[in-house]
């Protein structure tokens, strides 16, 4: 599990950073999808590694899996027009108090559905897998997310 964690924290960072290199949209837009894909294959072969499910197991979970994932690209969506937003506004020096507390808004926002998102999916989990397997796919999900969130913060510079 670590090498995999090790992979998806240099994938996080890589697409932290890849859009600073100069390149075409159309390139760029390209490669940001096969980076998307190969995040997501690797993310899934993580939690496959690690969850140990038997046949009944893996039935009752994979769509629900599937399905958080697709909540949790919005939201991904989400954080990154926030970062975007928050980008512009620094590097143009254009940031305002109203700005900030719009920025701010936002951000509670998507933590607060973040939170309820996780909470429904612990429901379903609970009901569909032991609470052992609900548990432990739900620690590789927070683990995931705080690697992502890490190198987030750490290429985000403070407000001015």
Do not use: C
């Amino acid at each position: 599990m670590k090498k995999l964690l090790s992979l998806l924290s240099l994938l996080a960072a890589f697409a932290v950073a890849a859009p600073v290199h100069a390149q075409s949209k159309e390139s760029a837009d390209t490669n940001m999808q096969i980076l998307r894909d190969k995040i997501k294959a690797d993310k899934k072969a993580l939690v496959a590694a690690n969850m140990d499910l038997n046949d009944k197991e893996a039935k009752a979970f994979w769509p629900l899996y599937d399905s958080y994932q697709k909540e949790l690209e919005t939201l991904n969506k989400r954080t990154l027009n926030l970062i975007v937003d928050y980008a512009d506004a620094y590097n143009s020096n254009k940031l305002t108090d109203a700005l900030a507390g719009k920025l701010i808004k936002e951000n509670v926002a998507i933590e607060e559905a973040e939170a309820a998102m996780r909470k429904r999916e612990a429901a379903k989990l609970l009901k569909a897998i032991p609470a052992k397997k609900a548990a432990r796919y739900l620690q590789i999900e927070s683990k995931i997310r705080a690697i992502v969130k890490y190198e987030l913060a750490s290429q985000i510079p403070l407000v001015e």
